[in-house]
């Protein structure tokens, strides 16, 4: 086991989750969001809200320093200085939950929430590296494939890992919102 994993393990408290929003087909974007549905932006808005996120440096190029929030980017090539105050720069996503950790107990006490958590926000490189520490995926599940022409070429597809087990629904006009959380491990 890599050193800053087994950091970060041993922090039982800190609560890691994924959210994200896919298609009928596990797509996810293709260089761009698939879909720009105003219910399912304020949904991620009102998730994630005064919590960390991590994501990949191409979703945040996409996203930008999401106001309200902390941003651990993992990126080889951005630099870590001259960054806008709310942005971090980690060099792997294992250092991406190591500075997650370091921040998260003040941030929880700054909320006085115990419901604040580290949210993993993509993209695909990301979650398919740190799925595995999540406790729960949020998933928007499009009912229908997006309207907009998709870029195939740069199509990206995630899969909700066998050890996800389907929580609960809500059901809404255009998607539903499905959390998954993260089967038991038997005792014996
Ligand atoms: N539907 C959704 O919920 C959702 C959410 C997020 C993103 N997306 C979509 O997903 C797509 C982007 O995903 P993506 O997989 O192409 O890119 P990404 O994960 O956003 O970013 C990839 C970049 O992250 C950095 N990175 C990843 N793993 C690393 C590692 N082990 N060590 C160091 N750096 C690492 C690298 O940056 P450097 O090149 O700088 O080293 C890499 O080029 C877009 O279409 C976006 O719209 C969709």
């Known amino acids: 086991m890599h050193f800053l994993e087994s950091i970060v ?3 039982i408290n800190m609560k890691i989750k994924a959210i994200l929003a896919m298609s009928p087909s596990g ?7 698939l879909y720009r549905n105003k219910q399912d932006l304020s949904h991620f808005k009102n998730r994630t809200m005064g919590d960390i996120l991590i994501m990949g440096r191409k979703t945040y190029q996409e996203a930008g320093a999401l ?3 902390i941003i651990i980017v993992v990126s080889s090539t951005l630099s870590s200085s ?3 105050e709310n942005v971090l720069i980690a060099r792997s996503p294992l250092e991406a939950l190591e500075k ?3 921040m998260w107990q003040s941030v929880r006490e700054s909320r006085k929430s115990k419901k604040s958590c580290v949210w993993v926000c993509g993209g695909k490189t990301i979650y398919d590296v740190l799925f595995h520490k999540c406790s729960e995926i ?3 599940r499009f009912y229908k494939e ?3 022409k998709i870029d195939k070429g740069n199509l990206k ?3 909700i890992p066998d050890n996800f087990e389907r929580n609960c629904d809500v059901q809404l006009e255009d998607f539903a919102i499905v959390s998954y959380i993260k089967k038991r491990k038997a005792w014996l």
């Open 146 to 148: 997006p309207k907009r």
């Open 82 to 84: 001259g960054n806008p």
């Open 9 to 11: 393990t041993k922090n």
């Open 157 to 159: 597809k995630v899969s």
């Open 138 to 140: 949020v998933a928007t």
């Open 27 to 33: 797509a996810i974007g293709d260089g761009k969001l």
């Open 100 to 102: 997650a950790e370091f």
């Open 67 to 69: 106001k309200g929030r």
